[in-house]
């Protein structure tokens, strides 16, 4: 799975890495993104790749309860071209998730893990959003990290990993209407292009946010 992550990096190296944006939103780092905060996403609108701000933690545009957010923080790749709460937005509603590393627990000690990008600061994470209302006319922009089988480089960690993107896969996985083409994407990452190492258990708290959290231990 992935239940947490982080993202630190400027305004100006978003926009650098990203140059096909239309327009961006400011921010402030964060290396303890959890769910149910607002993170910044790529979203594909009318040919304009904008990043904006969704809560982490999809809720499908027919749900009767905003709650429902809480247990969809993840999608897994095998079913999400199937499943009710997932499949609507697959079609249509897909996004990227900036990142500059993200954290998974060894499941035999409760170890913590950063995992990076050997050659990037910033990557991309495969998402789905919504828009949801409700009754009371109230919108919120939900969206989903999408999970792969690990490689083997994460195996001895974790079984799941998050879907990263290589570069050229971004605009395809905003564009293209192709589904055969979008499932291909979503394989486990090269585990030859990845590093990490132990971090301290405080960022078991998401109370603790700064940039030390990282730091090898």
Known sequence: MCGRFALFSSVQAIKKYYNYLNEVQDWKANYNIAPTQKIPVIINKNEEKNLQFCQWG???FWAKDKKIGYRMINTRAETIAEKPSFKYAFQKRRC???ANGFYEWRKKDKQPFFFQIKDSEIFS?????ENWKSTEGD?????????????????????RMPAILAKEQEITWLSSQSQEKLLSLLQPFDSEKMITHTVSKSVNSVKNNYLELMEII
Do not use: R, V, Y
Not at 145 to 153: H, L
């Open 96 to 98: 990227l998730i900036p």
């Open 58 to 60: 999809l809720i499908p």
């Open 125 to 129: 994470l495969a998402g789905i959003w």
């Open 139 to 159: 919108s919120i922009q939900s969206c989903s990290i999408i999970t792969t089988s690990a490689n083997d480089f994460m195996k001895e960690i974790h079984h």
